[in-house]
């Protein structure tokens, strides 16, 4: 049975914040803009995660991210 780890990421971009929140708790803040959102995403692509989900409302976007283990 195939079973992942999830993380999450949130971009406020008219705050320029990005907060990744990793399995465990630990979370790391970024601040950036569309650069930076791609430079996180494929950062996480290369450690094997992959978008498994978006959700987007105003100034808000909202990944959830999973790998499996």
């Known amino acids: 049975m195939l079973t992942f780890e999830f993380c999450t990421i949130e971009w406020l971009w008219t705050n320029n914040s990005i907060r990744i929140t990793h399995p465990g ?3 790391d803040f970024v601040a950036g803009s ?3 959102v791609t430079n996180v995403l494929t ?5 094997g995660w992959d978008v ?3 959700a987007a409302h105003s100034n ?9 283990l």
């Open 34 to 36: 569309f650069p930076e």
């Open 52 to 54: 498994a989900a978006c």
């Open 25 to 27: 708790g630990q979370e």
């Open 43 to 47: 950062t996480m692509g290369s450690r």
């Open 60 to 68: 808000w976007l909202f990944w959830t991210m999973r790998r499996p």
